[in-house]
């Protein structure tokens, strides 16, 4: 009798974690893949188009993450890369890096970190982050994608790579200031969807 009192419990145990885990999908229901370039646009139209990188300050560099306000934009490429190398697909609730596909000409590197905190207490989400290496010295540069609602998606900064680390956790949402739209931490998620830029046609 206990045994198939606890079989219920157990197979539900599995199915959520391989939902977990799952491989996240592009707009065609394929599995994104490591190293591939894909557009990161908003879930729901009229809310801007793809992201892109902009200065925040009057200086040219750094560069901070932003959405093109045009949503016939889709914006610059991204790329994933999961903390385990070996992973053949970008799953949901794992810690990736997140990386544009684009030459600047500021003297860093378009991995995305979580800023520090600014006057205002916002943090957003600026570039010059380093790949790979995780652990303490690089807790900021890592995202995760999960589940919005029951088949969406939204990105999240969470970082597991440093399980004695105390770590900032949050949505990553969209702020409008000074007439641009700039990616940070927030109480309101951003609905994603990934289109794979391969595609001239945006869906």
């Known amino acids: ?31 994104l893949r490591p190293g591939h370039e894909y557009y990161v646009l908003p879930l729901i ?11 925040r300050s009057n200086d040219t560099c750094p560069l901070a993450v932003a959405q093109e306000s045009s949503e016939v934009s889709d914006g610059l490429p991204l790329t ?22 684009a030459e600047t000409i500021c003297v860093q590197s378009t991995v995305w970190r979580l800023g520090d905190a600014e006057a205002t207490g916002r943090r957003y989400v600026v570039t010059g982050g380093l790949k790979g290496d995780p ?6 540069n890592w995202f995760k994608i999960e ?15 440093c399980r004695f680390c105390k770590v900032v956790c949050g949505d990553v949402g969209v702020f409008v200031e000074g007439g641009k739209r700039w990616l940070g931490l927030s109480d309101e998620p951003f609905p994603v969807m990934f289109k794979n830029a391969a595609h001239p046609v945006r869906l």
């Open 1 to 31: 009798m206990e045994l198939l009192i606890l079989l219920p419990i157990f197979l539900y145990a599995l199915s959520a974690e391989a939902t977990i885990f799952a491989s996240v999908r592009d707009t065609d229901r394929r599995s």
């Open 45 to 55: 139209r009229g809310h801007g188009g793809g992201l892109s990188l902009a200065a």
């Open 80 to 101: 994933f890369s999961p903390v385990n190398p070996k992973d053949k697909y970008v799953k949901m609730s794992t810690d990736l890096n997140v990386w544009f596909a």
């Open 135 to 140: 652990g303490l010295a690089t807790v900021s």
């Open 147 to 161: 589940r919005y609602g029951e088949s969406d998606y939204k990105l999240v900064h969470c970082p597991s790579v």
